[in-house]
């Protein structure tokens, strides 16, 4: 189904009155939704007990957390608001029994994308403040500036892990806010820097992610938006014995990250979270993808699409990977 | 490759108690001799490892990891070398999507009885190393041991 405002708002519509009765009727504790942030062209999760408050929930282009990172923390029993990507992460939290199936209700929100505002904001060259108004109609994104009108195609500010979406429209839900979406398909065009990396020589990959860690400070921001990440003691916060060093140095922020990369294989669902919210802007997407692919490729596993399959390094077959061993 | 003649280099071995250790054992005590480049660790089981052990091994600048655990279907816990194989799949497979040479961890399967084939393989992975060159990725940092050789502590 091709994107329209009206069609998103009568799914904002619904998703309030939805919210509401499941409050008034006490068939959940709380919500856990978006609301209007206080930047331009962003949102914040809202998560609430308050009646009154569902008429703050949004649904636009711009609902980007993964709001099943609260799910482990929040008591009771939990109404989520879920795009496809943040239903396979709660399926995969299922999966690993840190939530009950039946503690939650899910509100599935058929996803047509989301719009990366820092691409906008190169694009047209000017901070997200000054831009009065990104919309978008069909396959067509038009941003305001002032007077001044420009449009972009959906891979052109679109995030990359929506244009290689597989399941834009949750596949566990109880209440499926519209009709379902398919995925926009453009995977070729959201490999960027994978397939960069792919093309270079093993030793200049090194380099290259050499280079990108010297600038990280291990603020453990992409751990801690990390719906797989919920261990309550990360190996990194461990002294006995001290796996890194506590100060940022290369060696030890690139160690940290290779091992929170392959914790997670099997459960990362390439939300592409992490890298939205790494603040020195590390491409920590290729990585993921990466993982992502092996996992695929190794074992056809796929994270967070059943609740019934076992979690991929808890299961096993007898004959696969046989060439590994010498 | 900056390898002078003195290069030797430094593996660490992670096996398991039950079949690997024994047959390294094995090895010992039938005067088979093995390259005196590799420095083991006895852990529980193959499952045991996780994939930390074998890249904190690389970031302290051990130029290869040797897993070893008991064949298919003999292990102690029944189930604790698949398990170790599937996480090593994946920790070789990404390594090496990130510019790490792969020929740098290898797994095996030796048996308690298996002291030749314990043999054969640390040789073979030396041998293999000696062409990968020096472990630099991680700055080639020298390891605990060889700091703790020069301060004579």
Redesign the interface.
Same mark, same amino acid.
């Given at each position: 189904m091709s994107y329209s405002a009206a069609k998103n708002s009568q799914m904002q519509k619904k998703l309030r009155q939805e919210a509401k009765a499941l409050l008034e009727q006490g068939k959940v504790d709380c919500i856990i939704g978006y609301e209007p942030g206080s930047l331009k062209h962003a949102t914040t999760p809202l998560i609430t007990k308050d009646k009154a408050a569902t008429e703050r929930l949004v649904i636009n282009p711009f609902i980007v957390n993964n709001l099943s990172n609260f799910l482990p923390y929040t008591k009771g029993r939990i109404g989520i608001v879920a795009k496809g990507c943040d239903s396979r992460s709660i399926v995969s939290l299922i999966q690993d029994n840190k939530v009950k199936r039946e503690d939650l209700f899910i509100l599935g929100v058929p996803c047509s994308g989301l719009i990366d505002v820092s691409k906008v904001e190169a694009l047209v060259g000017k901070y997200r403040d000054e831009i009065d108004d990104i919309s978008r109609q069909g396959d067509i994104i038009t941003v305001k500036v002032g007077a001044a009108k420009k449009e972009f195609s959906l891979s052109q500010v679109m995030f990359d892990n929506c244009l290689a979406c597989e399941l834009p429209t949750p596949a566990e839900y109880d209440v499926l806010l519209g009709e379902p979406t398919s995925p926009i398909g453009a995977a070729a065009e959201s490999a960027g820097k994978l397939d960069e990396?792919?093309a $270079?020589t093993?030793?200049?990959?090194?380099?290259?992610?050499q280079n990108e860690f010297r600038r990280c400070t291990r603020c453990y921001a992409c751990r801690n938006v990390c719906p797989a990440c919920y261990c309550k003691r990360c190996?990194v916060d461990e002294t006995e014995p001290q796996?890194l060093a506590p100060m940022p140095q290369?060696?030890?922020n690139? $160690?940290f990250q290779?091992?929170r990369?392959?914790?997670v294989?099997?459960r990362c669902t390439d939300c592409g979270e992490c890298e939205r919210t790494c603040p020195v802007n590390i491409p920590l997407r290729a990585?993921t993808r990466? $993982?992502y692919d092996?996992?695929d490729e190794?074992?056809e596993f796929k994270s967070g699409m059943d609740t019934k399959t076992q979690p991929?390094?808890?299961?096993?077959?007898?004959d696969?990977?046989e060439d590994?061993?010498? | 490759m900056t390898q002078d003649s003195e290069w030797e280099p430094r593996l660490l071995g992670l096996l398991c108690k039950w079949c690997s250790y024994a047959g390294a054992d094995l090895a010992g005590t039938g005067r088979k001799k093995y390259p005196a480049n590799i420095r083991i660790i006895k852990v529980p089981c193959s499952g045991r490892i996780d994939?930390?052990l074998i890249?904190?091994a690389l970031?302290l600048g051990f130029d290869g990891v040797l897993v070893s655990g008991c064949h298919?279907?003999d292990c102690h816990y029944q189930?604790g070398n698949?398990?170790a194989?599937?996480?090593?799949?994946?920790?070789?497979?990404?390594?090496?999507?990130?510019?790490?040479?792969p020929r740098r961890l290898?797994?095996?399967?030796v048996s308690a009885s298996e002291s030749g084939k314990f043999v054969e393989?640390v040789s073979d992975l030396v041998k293999d190393l000696k062409e990968i060159g020096p472990n630099e990725?991680?700055?080639g940092?020298k390891q605990p041991d060889a700091e703790k050789a020069k301060t004579g502590s």
């Open positions: 990396l792919k $270079m093993a030793a200049q990959r090194w380099a290259f992610w190996f796996w290369e060696p030890d690139l $160690m290779i091992i990369n392959l914790h294989s099997g990585l990466d $993982m092996i996992v190794l074992f991929l390094l808890t299961a096993y077959e007898v696969e990977a590994l061993v010498k | 994939p930390l890249v904190k970031r298919p279907g189930t698949y398990r194989r599937r996480r090593l799949a994946i920790t070789r497979k990404f390594l090496e999507g990130m510019g790490v040479d290898r797994a095996t399967w393989v990725l991680f700055g940092k």
